[in-house]
């Protein structure tokens, strides 16, 4: 296909993600591809993926999805339904143009984050990137993508009542988070540790979202957390990756992000 007719097709979709297909033919959305290379090295830079099976829940667009097999993951599944379904996003169509222009094999299936469970089956890393805030009942899902992850849960949320230790999370009633009818909670990490543990997971380190910044796309602060069970992880972590994250286990580091806000 010339560029000039794929271009027109990606530009019939309404994209979240910004990606490069072609030199000549991108998609463009509200996360540039800079955030987008920004985030992909937060959330997988302290990981060696090689090999491993990636399950992206809230895929969208798919980039997430797209990025793990580049970096040398093995089996990748994209999962969504929210934004696949929507009359403006379309999203599945779009990530399987996606898919198809960037010629990596990446798995589609559509799977609400409520419907997660065993049937899936389990897989070494789960992404939960950009999710746990949009769902107004988010704690069973902890639990579930408890059962769908072998090794590490990454997950990432906007945050709020990051001035108090004590675990909280902020509700957001109708649209009163940036007009979005879908954004329910704004999350402290003090209450990320303690669900993700009492969910099953071993050990969290946290550390803040690399572009938050009072005139960035994320005004608010936001969270990246790496939720590890108790399997084996020596193929996985690449040794020393993990020096600049927080252990929210210590109460000291939990007290230290109060400070920053
Ligand atoms: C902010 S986007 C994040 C997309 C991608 N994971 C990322 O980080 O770039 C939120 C995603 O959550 C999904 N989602 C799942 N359940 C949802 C719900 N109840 N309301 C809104 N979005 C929901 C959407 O379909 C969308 O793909």
């Given at each position: 296909m010339k560029d000039s007719d794929l271009q027109a097709v990606v530009d019939s979709y309404t994209w979240f993600h910004s990606m490069q297909f072609r030199p000549n033919v991108a998609s463009s959305g509200?996360?540039?591809q800079?955030?987008?290379?920004?985030?992909?090295?937060?959330?997988?830079?302290?990981?060696?993926?090689?090999?491993?099976?990636?399950?992206?829940?809230?895929?969208?667009n798919g980039f997430?999805?797209f990025?793990?097999?580049?970096?040398?993951?093995?089996?990748?599944?994209?999962?969504?339904?929210?934004?696949?379904?929507?009359?403006l996003y379309r999203g599945r169509g779009a990530l399987e143009l996606a898919r198809s222009a960037l010629g990596l094999?990446?798995?589609?299936?559509?799977?609400?984050?409520?419907?997660?469970?065993?049937?899936?089956?389990?897989?070494?890393?789960?992404?939960?990137?950009?999710?746990?805030?949009?769902?107004?009942?988010?704690?069973?899902?902890?639990?579930?993508?408890?059962?769908?992850?072998?090794?590490?849960?990454?997950?990432?949320?906007?945050?709020?009542?990051?001035?108090?230790?004590?675990?909280?999370?902020?509700?957001?009633?109708?649209?009163?988070?940036?007009?979005?009818?879908?954004?329910?909670?704004?999350?402290?990490?003090?209450?990320?540790?303690?669900?993700?543990?009492?969910?099953?997971?071993?050990?969290?380190?946290?550390?803040?979202?690399?572009?938050?910044?009072?005139?960035?796309?994320?005004?608010?602060?936001?969270?990246?957390?790496?939720?590890?069970?108790?399997?084996?992880?020596?193929?996985?972590?690449?040794?020393?990756?993990?020096?600049?994250?927080?252990?929210?286990?210590?109460?000291?580091?939990?007290?230290?992000?109060?400070?920053?806000?």
């Amino acid at each position: 296909m010339k560029d000039s007719d794929l271009q027109a097709v990606v530009d019939s979709y309404t994209w979240f993600h910004s990606m490069q297909f072609r030199p000549n033919v991108a998609s463009s959305g509200p996360k540039s591809q800079a955030v987008l290379v920004d985030e992909a090295e937060a959330f997988f830079g302290p990981l060696a993926l090689h090999g491993h099976s990636v399950l992206d829940v809230g895929a969208w667009n798919g980039f997430f999805s797209f990025e793990s097999k580049r970096r040398g993951a093995g089996r990748v599944l994209a999962t969504d339904s929210y934004t696949w379904n929507h009359p403006l996003y379309r999203g599945r169509g779009a990530l399987e143009l996606a898919r198809s222009a960037l010629g990596l094999d990446v798995e589609t299936r559509e799977v609400a984050p409520h419907e997660l469970g065993k049937h899936l089956g389990l897989f070494d890393v789960t992404l939960f990137l950009g999710v746990f805030y949009h769902l107004i009942n988010p704690i069973p899902v902890l639990f579930s993508l408890r059962e769908v992850t072998h090794r590490l849960l990454i997950l990432e949320t906007h945050q709020d009542a990051l001035n108090t230790i004590h675990p909280m999370m902020a509700f957001y009633p109708g649209a009163t988070l940036n007009g979005d009818g879908t954004n329910w909670w704004g999350p402290n990490p003090t209450l990320m540790y303690h669900l993700l543990t009492e969910a099953g997971f071993e050990r969290v380190p946290y550390r803040d979202h690399p572009i938050c910044s009072a005139t960035s796309l994320y005004p608010h602060r936001r969270g990246v957390y790496h939720a590890f069970t108790s399997a084996d992880t020596s193929r996985l972590e690449k040794p020393g990756g993990y020096g600049n994250w927080l252990d929210l286990s210590i109460e000291a580091n939990r007290s230290s992000l109060v400070t920053q806000v």
